[in-house]
DNA sequence: TCTGGGGTCCTAGGACCC
DNA sequence: TCTGGGGTCCTAGGACCC
């Protein structure tokens, strides 16, 4: 039967500073999110001085003062140096591996490795990086997950190390286990479940396939059958590509000029321009976004966003800078305290989908067409279901060519791609509703 | 104008994770 | 007063095609 390891730092973020700065060993420690917001990572002390994760900073000033807590602002550069050094030590350790976040990796495991070498590869991290992990095995990503987390919750009692087998043992821990704490449960899932009397991992793994299927849809049963020991979340050795690349910041207090939001945005899409370069990517749309303060339950709410998708792939900061600021001004509106402003690159493509300039005999390429699409849009923007501003109608009353009538070679030309199935089709157009729409 | 099932594509929104 | 940022996947529903 093959297993999986799931390896995954303790407080990793914490122990970082921790290797750098030895006087932070044996007290409360905690780091905060990017704007200084949350806490986002905390040593054991600091857990059991009841401070929560994800808490907010503010909220927690007093127990901090008083407990005298060591509070950091997050530093990703050194915590993803930490986490190479450690993913190159278990990569030496085993063929096939998944890094699967800053501080988590899964392990395709030989039969041999036991309890005693995940001791020692535990050892091993700890002696060459300084950052301490915990060790869960089990057949499953899931079950992997499971064992993690009880070897964490007993560290005295495992070392920090588990192995979770099929049997009796396996669910006495499971009933032991609320659902809330399996892998891919939240709050919302945990909730539907108890509404059919599951409240237990055990109860979960025993449930009936067609009613966890029911109510969860596929993301639910792959997990029931990952419970089972059946594999159903695949170890992905090479990361998948990125679709999007996003970036954002909350401000300190509320802006409501749309220069000082431009003056962020500008930012955000500087950084995130930067990262699609990084990965040598392009994108070819461009989401901006707003939002209200949510908190604020009493002030009005307005979180819209608005994007494009481009002509062609772009990757010059300055290109997405002017996209982005149109995008802005759009959804723009006076009178918000807005909290937040993003930019999100999306569909990301890399060289091979970059068009060459010329081609056809030096005739210039035109992006992609989709007249459905187009026509689709310019409905869903200017008229209504009812009063549709262009219509498909009869042949011949306002018609765009799109193949046939011998113009294929002219098509071509344009670079326009087909897709399977294109026809020739004719659309009305409602030229004074389109007008009054403006 | 009505008839019908099997597909695809797109978007918005929900849920989750670290 | 202050309450993160960055991702992924799935579903539902509409429009359209054959």
């Not at 929560?52 to 509070?71: D, L, Y």
Request: hydrophobic share 40%; with cysteine; net charge positive.
């Amino acid at each position: 039967m093959s297993r999986l390891a799931l390896v995954d730092c303790n407080n990793f973020f914490c122990s970082c500073e921790r290797v750098f700065d030895p006087s932070l060993i044996g007290v409360p420690v905690v780091v905060l999110s990017n704007n200084d917001g949350c806490i986002i990572s905390r040593s054991e002390e600091a857990k059991a001085l009841g401070i929560p994760m994800g808490a907010p900073w503010h909220e927690q000033k007093e127990v901090i003062r008083k407990h005298g807590v060591r509070v950091f602002s997050s530093n990703y550069t050194l915590y993803g140096d930490m986490s190479a050094r450690v993913m190159s030590i278990l990569r030496d350790e085993v063929g096939v591996m998944e890094v699967y976040s800053i501080d988590e990796a899964f392990l395709e495991l030989e039969e041999d490795f036991g309890l005693e070498e995940a001791r020692k590869l535990r050892s091993k991290v700890l002696r060459w990086t300084g950052i301490p992990v915990c060790i869960g095995i089990g057949e499953t990503k899931m079950l992997a997950k499971l064992a993690n987390r009880h070897a964490k919750k007993n560290r005295e009692r495992t070392g920090g190390v588990f192995e979770i087998r099929k049997g009796e043992g396996a669910e006495k821990l499971m009933a032991e286990v609320g659902c809330e704490a399996l892998w891919g449960v939240g709050k919302n899932l945990a909730r539907r479940l108890a509404g059919l009397g599951i409240n237990t991992a055990l109860d979960f793994k025993r449930a009936e396939p067609r009613q966890i299927r029911k109510s969860l849809g596929v993301v639910g049963e792959r997990m029931l059958r990952e419970m089972n020991g059946t594999r159903c979340l695949e170890l992905e050795e090479m990361p998948p590509d990125r679709k999007g690349v996003m970036a954002s910041r909350s401000f300190g207090a509320p802006v409501e000029a749309l220069e000082e939001l431009e003056e962020a945005l500008a930012n955000h899409v500087a950084r995130a321009s930067e990262k699609v370069r990084r990965f040598g990517l392009w994108a070819t749309r461009v989401d901006v976004f707003l939002q209200t303060n949510r908190f604020r339950k009493g002030e009005p709410q307005y979180c819209p966003g608005a994007g494009v998708d481009l002509d062609e792939p772009v990757q010059a900061t300055a290109n997405l800078m002017g996209i982005a600021g149109k995008l802005l001004q759009r959804i723009y509106r006076v009178g918000y305290r807005y909290k937040k402003v993003g930019v999100m690159l999306g569909g990301l493509v890399n060289e091979s989908c970059l068009q060459p300039a010329l081609e056809f005999g030096g005739i210039r390429k035109e992006p992609r067409v989709d007249i459905d699409r187009i026509v689709d849009r310019i409905n869903r923007r200017l008229g209504d279901r009812k009063n549709p501003v262009i219509t498909r109608g009869s042949m011949g009353v306002s018609k765009i060519k799109m193949k046939g009538e011998g113009s294929g070679e002219a098509v071509k030309a344009r670079g326009w791609r087909m897709k399977s199935g294109m026809r020739s089709r004719a659309y009305t157009t409602n030229w004074s509703q389109l007008a009054q729409a403006g």
